[in-house]
């Protein structure tokens, strides 16, 4: 997710250094959060069970990375919409989750085996993600997708 993200970020007509990130849902061992700050960018880091700060949640970013976690969430659109709040205009919301292309793909996907993944999207639902929080989607891959902010 780092190059496609740096490359939304240069876009921000601002200085890495006055670029602030946050990841979340970063786990036991932080890693993007490693990988911006090596590139000069700020990035925080927010887990519910590793990196507990609520308060990171109410501040604002220019961009929030979320890898292989979105799977796992029971409300969904509640942090979506708690994320898209966190964002500046113009800022940067990047996911990393597989999708399924069709519903024989989603038959035998192995995301379906694990017990924690009990979220599941699909590119039309993160269509219907964007239109609805006023997100343009700026970039897509295989498992990630980065979506842009353009409402104030």
């Not at 969904?76 to 519903?103: D, E, F, N, Y």
């Amino acid at each position: 997710m780092k190059q496609p993200m740096l490359q939304q970020l240069a876009l921000l007509n601002k200085p890495k250094d006055k670029i602030k990130g946050l990841d979340f849902g970063c786990g036991p061992g932080p890693t993007l959060s490693l990988m911006f700050e090596e590139a000069g960018i700020c990035c925080t880091n927010y887990d519910l069970y590793f990196a507990n700060h609520p308060t990171k949640l109410q501040e604002q970013y220019d961009f929030i990375v979320s890898t292989e976690v979105f799977e796992h969430l029971a409300q969904p659109a509640a942090v979506i919409s708690q994320l898209v709040s966190c964002l500046k205009p113009q800022g940067v919301l990047g996911i990393m989750t597989q999708r399924p292309t069709s519903l024989v793909a989603f038959q035998t996907w192995r995301y379906l085996v694990d017990p924690t993944h009990i979220s599941f999207f699909s590119e039309v639902c993160f269509n219907w993600l964007a239109k609805h929080w006023q997100l343009e989607q700026v970039y897509l891959s295989k498992d990630v997708i980065l979506l842009r902010r353009i409402a104030n």
